[in-house]
């Protein structure tokens, strides 16, 4: 008997197997016993490791910080700016390492890396070397494109969307909780005694380092290459999977054992002590869609291929539309404490409150860009690429107009109310997360068998954009309302421009 639900990938479960690549065809998020399960969820959790540790400094710098350096308002602009330039360039060299090497190894490698200046923080006493530690930080921020990676090597078309997304979503939400993180930490430092100088430099001993080592460790133990085994086995999946079974089948709960896919199930040496996971391999015939994702393989990038992908206008679709997206989140994470307290300060409103309210923005990620990618799934079902396009573009349009309305408000009011303020920015994330989560249920589609490659030109042009957008807050004044809006039309600006790309209309 086989699970239809399941092969929707509605099955929280269980594993389902699409024969022809051995993805998982659904999302079994409540099962660890399982290689799709620990790989997604390491996925995340590296990503959102990650993040917390490279925003470490955004909830301190406004007050703390600033205050310890003896920073001005550029200096804390200008290093804004330069914690999204060295994650540009990780983000696209990291692309040809995934094809190359796999994403695990190029995870963990960014994770031990960034560990070093994290570790560094401390040691901070001028400007200059504010920005020296922060570039170096930025290298985290390159986790993204292996996370992405990991995720659509491990999960089919039909789910990949929202694996996507997930990942994504919870990963970036590591932003909005590390506000919570080290305010709170600095808080109890100071209560316990500690100076303010030294609070914020022991907030990066106690959280950042530790958690980037132990989720970069457990990744190399626990974390597979790819569904066949090892990533030198990736090409050895398709003819694997041409030996499948014509008809499904399911493992009795009597055995109780996962036979990982290409393995046999009686050789006890690769049994991996997973037990009570229910694997079922559909046949060829149940899938209705025919896509060219089910035969992908990730391909070593040469200079003709690297050419030709560069060249290929779909490349561009996803790229620029996170540039206008993700660029602005980015730029939102690291601004938005310092916009608050400059509207609101006061002796009731002070980098605490401001550093809360701004956590908001990124924890929303935590649902907002899963269901982006979710709805991505949707429409694919009945649409197929150009679903995903156009949901993508209207995503990016609505952030554009949201933010527009929140820069005109800011503008023509004197004392713009914080309620209004903070209602028009959960809005705005969430469009603007969603549209995140839409875009990377889209980028496997596009050059799928160098999706390393492709996820780190797209996650590249998100940081290109960040710098961008910092950029625009830099150089407003207070109130900022007129970096909102000027964000605004350029976020529509792109999205307009992008809907003449055209894409695959069949399936694929």
Same mark, same amino acid.
Request: hydrophobic share 50%; net charge positive; charged share 10%.
């Given at each position: 008997?086989?699970?239809?639900?399941? @092969?929707?990938?509605?099955?929280?479960?269980?594993?389902?197997?699409?024969?022809?690549?051995?993805?998982?065809?659904?999302?079994?998020?409540?099962?660890?016993?399982?290689?799709?399960?620990?790989?997604?969820?390491?996925?995340?959790?590296?990503?959102?490791?990650?993040?917390?540790?490279?925003?470490?400094?955004?909830?301190?710098?406004?007050?703390?910080?600033?205050?310890?350096?003896?920073?001005?308002?550029?200096?804390?602009?200008?290093?804004?700016?330069?914690?999204?330039?060295?994650?540009?360039?990780?983000?696209?060299? =990291?692309?040809?390492?995934?094809?190359?090497?796999?994403?695990?190894?190029?995870?963990?490698?960014?994770?031990?890396?960034?560990?070093?200046?994290?570790?560094?923080?401390?040691?901070?006493?001028?400007?200059?070397?504010?920005?020296?530690?922060?570039?170096?930080?930025?290298?985290?921020?390159?986790?993204?494109?292996?996370?992405?990676?990991?995720?659509?090597?491990?999960?089919?078309?039909?789910?990949?969307?929202?694996?996507?997304?997930?990942?994504?979503?919870?990963?970036?939400?590591?932003?909005?909780?590390?506000?919570?993180?080290?305010?709170?930490?600095?808080?109890?430092?100071?209560?316990?005694?500690?100076?303010?100088?030294?609070?914020?430099?022991?907030?990066?001993?106690?959280?950042?380092?530790?958690?980037?080592?132990?989720?970069?460790?457990?990744?190399?133990?626990?974390?597979?290459?790819?569904? =066949?085994?090892?990533?030198?086995?990736?090409?050895?999946?398709?003819?694997?999977?041409?030996?499948?079974?014509?008809?499904?089948?399911?493992?009795?709960?009597?055995?109780?054992?996962?036979?990982?896919?290409?393995?046999?199930?009686?050789?006890?040496?690769?049994?991996?002590?997973?037990?009570?996971?229910?694997?079922?391999?559909?046949?060829?015939?149940?899938?209705?869609?025919?896509?060219?994702?089910?035969?992908?393989?990730?391909?070593?990038?040469?200079?003709?291929? =690297?050419?030709?992908?560069?060249?290929?206008?779909?490349?561009?679709?996803?790229?620029?539309?996170?540039?206008?997206?993700?660029?602005?989140?980015?730029?939102?994470?690291?601004?938005?404490?310092?916009?608050?307290? @400059?509207?609101?300060?006061?002796?009731?409103?002070?980098?605490?409150?401001?550093?809360?309210?701004?956590?908001?923005?990124?924890?929303?990620?935590?649902?907002?860009?899963?269901?982006?990618?979710?709805?991505?799934?949707?429409?694919?079902?009945?649409?197929?690429?150009?679903?995903?396009?156009?949901?993508?573009?209207?995503?990016?349009?609505?952030?554009?107009?949201?933010?527009?309305?929140?820069?005109?408000?800011?503008?023509?009011?004197?004392?713009?109310?914080?309620?209004?303020?903070?209602?028009?920015?959960?809005?705005?994330?969430?469009?603007?997360?969603?549209?995140?989560?839409?875009?990377?249920?889209?980028?496997?589609?596009?050059?799928?068998?160098?999706?390393?490659?492709?996820?780190?030109?797209?996650?590249?042009?998100?940081?290109?954009?960040?710098?961008?957008?910092?950029?625009?807050?830099?150089?407003?004044?207070?109130?900022?309302?007129? =970096?909102?809006?000027?964000?605004?039309?350029?976020?529509?600006?792109?999205?307009?421009?992008?809907?003449?790309?055209?894409?695959?209309?069949?399936?694929?």
């Amino acid at each position: 008997m086989t699970a239809p639900s399941a @092969s929707r990938g509605v099955n929280l479960w269980e594993v389902v197997i699409n024969p022809t690549n051995l993805k998982s065809k659904t999302l079994p998020l409540v099962s660890l016993r399982n290689q799709y399960s620990i790989n997604f969820h390491l996925a995340w959790l590296a990503f959102f490791s990650a993040f917390l540790s490279w925003f470490a400094f955004a909830p301190l710098i406004p007050d703390a910080i600033k205050q310890d350096l003896k920073l001005t308002p550029a200096q804390i602009g200008n290093s804004n700016v330069v914690a999204l330039c060295a994650t540009l360039l990780v983000r696209v060299l =990291a692309g040809p390492l995934i094809d190359q090497y796999g994403p695990r190894k190029v995870m963990a490698g960014l994770l031990f890396l960034g560990a070093i200046p994290s570790g560094l923080a401390g040691t901070v006493y001028t400007a200059n070397g504010l920005y020296v530690i922060r570039f170096f930080i930025g290298i985290l921020g390159g986790t993204f494109v292996p996370c992405q990676a990991w995720t659509t090597v491990f999960f089919d078309k039909n789910v990949v969307g929202t694996a996507n997304a997930l990942a994504g979503g919870w990963g970036n939400a590591g932003g909005g909780v590390t506000f919570a993180v080290m305010i709170a930490l600095y808080n109890g430092l100071l209560s316990s005694g500690f100076a303010s100088k030294v609070a914020w430099r022991v907030a990066f001993a106690i959280v950042p380092v530790p958690l980037l080592l132990l989720v970069a460790t457990s990744v190399m133990v626990f974390g597979t290459d790819h569904p =066949a085994g090892k990533w030198s086995d990736r090409h050895k999946a398709i003819g694997r999977a041409s030996n499948s079974p014509s008809k499904s089948e399911r493992l009795s709960e009597d055995e109780r054992v996962l036979a990982r896919p290409g393995e046999s199930k009686d050789d006890p040496e690769k049994k991996g002590g997973l037990a009570d996971v229910h694997v079922t391999l559909p046949p060829l015939e149940d899938s209705n869609m025919v896509s060219e994702l089910d035969y992908a393989v990730n391909e070593p990038l040469t200079l003709e291929l =690297a050419l030709k992908i560069i060249s290929t206008p779909l490349t561009w679709l996803p790229a620029l539309a996170y540039f206008a997206t993700f660029g602005y989140e980015l730029a939102i994470d690291a601004n938005l404490a310092n916009v608050l307290l @400059s509207l609101y300060q006061s002796k009731t409103f002070g980098q605490t409150k401001a550093g809360y309210i701004a956590s908001i923005f990124g924890l929303l990620n935590i649902f907002a860009r899963p269901l982006g990618g979710h709805f991505g799934d949707l429409v694919y079902r009945k649409w197929g690429v150009p679903g995903k396009k156009y949901l993508l573009i209207f995503f990016g349009v609505s952030q554009g107009l949201l933010s527009l309305g929140l820069g005109i408000y800011i503008d023509s009011h004197h004392h713009p109310s914080l309620a209004v303020v903070v209602v028009l920015l959960i809005v705005l994330a969430m469009a603007s997360e969603a549209a995140n989560g839409v875009n990377f249920s889209l980028v496997p589609h596009c050059n799928p068998c160098s999706n390393g490659f492709m996820s780190g030109i797209v996650g590249g042009m998100g940081n290109f954009g960040g710098i961008v957008y910092a950029m625009v807050f830099r150089f407003q004044p207070v109130p900022v309302g007129k =970096a909102f809006w000027i964000s605004g039309i350029i976020a529509m600006a792109i999205n307009i421009l992008i809907s003449v790309i055209r894409v695959p209309l069949r399936l694929v």
